[in-house]
């Protein structure tokens, strides 16, 4: 399919909640523009879902075929099907509390009808050249609160967005992360100062790393993996 617009998007958040920012990379025509802005108290799901709403209104839509890549969830289901039964329910959740971030997803609704969105949920960190461009924007937002946003023409633009191809092995790696934390931990390791020592409990890792600089930790999930992870560490 051929979008006559293209959209990135990315928030990020120092702390969830913390000091944040979002990150847009919009492509229309022969033009490229850059949206982001700062908030000192945020969360990760608000600066995406902003980067979203943000880039929508400045496009203005007119059911124009629209490519919108994000790698958040939460952005995609809740446009593509929760945010129109939060709205039939008062802006409600199944559990009759309040919506989160309700007045952002107000705001997303009119956009949604007058745009023919194609949702593209990406993998963060694979190499999305648009994607990595939209989380350098939101992450230097989020950590130095500005930053210089290009808006002019796309032949002068320095990142080629229209390469949308991704790292299958970053992709691969980033799923068997994800999979490692949802698993139960048989330990924690850690190195501080070139010591390295185990904890039983998540609880006694983080306060041994927590302020520390160059410092690494890694839960294990079996007695092997512990020291697999002890030798890695020690170097030996």
């Known amino acids: 399919m051929t979008f006559n617009i293209t959209i990135f998007t990315d928030g990020a958040s120092k702390g969830n909640p913390g000091r944040g920012g979002f990150g847009a ?9 850059e949206l982001g802005a700062h ?14 709403v943000e880039a929508l209104t400045l496009v203005k839509g007119n059911k124009v075929p629209t490519a919108i890549y994000t790698d958040s969830k939460y952005v995609v289901d809740g446009a593509k099907g929760w945010v129109f039964g939060w ?39 694979v190499g999305i050249i648009g994607n990595e461009r939209a989380d350098t924007i939101a992450s230097t937002f989020a950590e130095k609160g500005s930053f210089d946003l290009y808006d002019g023409l796309r032949s002068t633009y ?10 299958e092995t970053k992709k691969q ?16 390791v850690s190195l501080v100062g070139g010591v390295v020592e185990v904890h039983s409990t998540w609880a006694e890792c983080e306060r041994r790393v927590k ?25 030996k």
């Open 25 to 33: 990379v919009i492509a229309k025509g022969d033009k490229v523009t």
């Open 39 to 52: 908030k000192e108290r945020t969360t990760n799901n608000e600066m995406e879902l902003l980067a979203v």
């Open 87 to 125: 709205q039939k329910n008062g802006w409600k959740t199944k559990a009759n509390t309040d919506v989160a971030n309700k007045e952002l997803w107000q705001k997303l609704v009119p956009l949604l009808s007058r745009t023919d969105i194609t949702w593209l949920k990406v993998p963060g960190h």
């Open 158 to 167: 320095p990142y080629d967005i229209s390469n949308v191809t991704f790292d």
């Open 173 to 188: 790696d980033r799923s068997d992360a994800r999979k490692r934390q949802s698993q139960k931990a048989h330990s924690y």
């Open 211 to 235: 302020g520390q600089k160059a410092t690494r930790f890694k839960k294990s999930l079996d007695g092997a993996d512990e020291k697999a992870i002890i030798k890695d560490f020690s170097g």
